[in-house]
């Protein structure tokens, strides 16, 4: 079992940065695909971005490309999701996912990971 701690969500105005953190509790994150979804209230879950376990190949929702950046450093067993730019509509929770990796490429639906973190709140106001 891979328990997940998302942190670094808040209270933003629009256009501001924030750093999204996701860690592995008593576990190597090194072999895992990692992805962050959101799901604002209403709405489904959705992915934002994945990384493949050595970090070499990620992707992006459309809504994000360009002012997201999704990240890992192993040595620190942590997932970053970088938000630069940040607008009303990416209010959300935002969950990270892991996947032992069976596959070269990180998966894109919700059903494609096994693991999830609690989440961490990011909302964009003014």
């Known amino acids: 079992q891979v328990q997940l701690v998302e942190s670094g969500g808040g209270l933003v105005q629009p256009g501001a940065s924030l750093r999204l953190s996701c860690a592995p509790s008593?576990?190597?994150?090194?072999?895992?695909?990692v992805g962050w979804f959101r799901q604002a209230p209403g709405k489904e879950r959705e992915l934002v971005s994945a990384i493949s376990w050595n970090g070499g190949n990620t992707n992006y929702a459309d809504s994000v490309k360009g002012r997201f950046t999704i990240s890992r450093d192993n040595a620190k067993n942590t997932v970053y999701l970088q938000m630069n730019s940040l607008k009303p509509e990416d209010t959300a929770v935002y969950y990270c996912?892991?996947?032992?990796?069976?596959?070269?490429?990180?998966?894109?639906?919700?059903?494609?990971?096994?693991?999830w973190g609690q989440g961490t709140q990011v909302t964009v106001s003014s």
């Open positions: 996912a892991a996947k032992l990796y069976l596959r070269a490429v990180p998966g894109t639906r919700t059903t494609d990971y096994d693991y």
């Open positions: 008593g576990r190597s994150f090194s072999t895992y695909h």
